[in-house]
């Protein structure tokens, strides 16, 4: 039985390969095309940025903790241990799905940007790595007024280029 897309026939079909390998050979030009597109590397972008800035957000919150010295040291030190431990643990987990939130859509936003323009541009250089970074940090700095958006715009434009620079170095 013969499917559309899918080799006829079984085992070796003339070609030298057997059903096994047409397979393989299907699924990595379907993984290909996947990656090339603008949604899927968003997605993957903003799912990666999730888990590092989940990962990041943890390590960050175990590092504050509040001295007896601070009015808030003191509530925590008057908690009995268990509850003291409830209490660090839920701040570290709300501290840390919010790094995880904000380097999602940051992740997102760049990835999906920097893709959209490569593919209006038909060119893979650094131009659409800064362009992108421009854009997003004005996207990203919009909220508080025009001048933190040009300020995200050059901050994020100048990391992507320094970050692309580095990146595309031919290695000796």
């Not at 800064?130 to 434009?157: D, H, K, N, S, Y």
């Amino acid at each position: 039985m013969s499917f559309p897309g899918m080799p006829s026939g079984l085992g070796n079909n003339g070609n030298g390969m057997s059903m096994e390998e047409q397979q393989q050979k299907m699924m990595v030009k379907t993984m290909q095309a996947a990656m090339e597109s603008c949604p899927a590397k968003t997605v993957l972008a903003g799912g990666m940025g999730f888990a590092l800035g989940g990962m990041f957000g943890l390590f960050m919150s175990s590092m504050s903790y509040d001295t007896p010295l601070s009015p808030q040291g003191q509530q925590l030190a008057s908690l009995t241990t268990r509850e003291q431990l409830k209490h660090g643990l839920k701040d570290m987990g709300a501290r840390s799905f919010s790094s995880a939130k904000n380097f999602a859509l940051v992740g997102a936003i760049f990835s999906g940007t920097e893709c959209c323009i490569e593919g209006f541009r038909a060119k893979n250089d650094l131009a659409n790595g800064i362009a992108a970074g421009c854009i997003t940090g004005g996207a990203l700095g919009a909220r508080a007024g025009p001048q933190a958006a040009a300020v995200g715009c050059a901050g994020f434009a100048a990391f992507s280029a320094a970050i692309d620079y580095y990146m595309r170095m031919p290695s000796n």
